[in-house]
């Protein structure tokens, strides 16, 4: 727990020192990929705290079903900062010719997207997902990207399925 509040003021701290001087109440959406899962606590964290006010910025934060549906809103500019989007997805999104640029990252790489099956599952290792299907969490997410990566590396005749956010949508803060 206290590995997660260190994150999570370093995080804020990050988020307040990139955004730099902003000028009285400025205005900003951030849209933030799947409330209070790992580092996207961050923002609404630092603003409960006040951190965000204390620099002059109003923040108008949108939770999303995962990093394709934050990369969308930061391309379509509903908002002006995309977070947890995760780096797989972000890179995917860049080498396609999305106006967008990364500004900071607490994760780094696709250490945190994972699959796993039940313990008394067949599957034991990824050519064993032959002919099976393996959910991701939306289009142009990490887990999306990185499940195509698997798929390709390994050769194995996997069914993506993106399942979404299960979810019900959280009230704002």
Request: charged residues 15%.
């Amino acid at each position: 727990m206290a590995l997660r509040s260190n994150i999570a003021v370093l995080g804020t701290a990050l988020f307040a020192l990139i955004v730099g001087h902003a000028h009285a109440q400025d205005a900003m959406t951030v849209a933030v990929g799947g409330r209070g899962i790992g580092e996207s606590c961050v923002t609404e964290i630092g603003w409960h705290a006040g951190i965000f006010a204390r620099h002059g910025l109003k923040l108008d934060i949108v939770y999303t079903d995962g990093g394709g549906e934050t990369q969308q809103a930061v391309v379509s500019n509903s908002a002006q900062i995309g977070v947890t989007s995760g780096l797989l997805g972000a890179f995917s999104l860049y080498s396609k010719g999305a106006p967008v640029r990364i500004i900071g990252a607490s994760y780094t790489g696709g250490r945190q997207v994972f699959w796993y099956v039940p313990a008394s599952s067949s599957i034991k290792q990824p050519r064993d997902l032959d002919g099976k299907t393996v959910a991701y969490s939306n289009n142009s997410s990490a887990s999306q990207v990185g499940l195509l990566a698997l798929q390709k590396h390994f050769k194995v005749a996997l069914k993506p399925t993106p399942t979404g956010n299960a979810l019900p949508p959280s009230p704002r803060p």
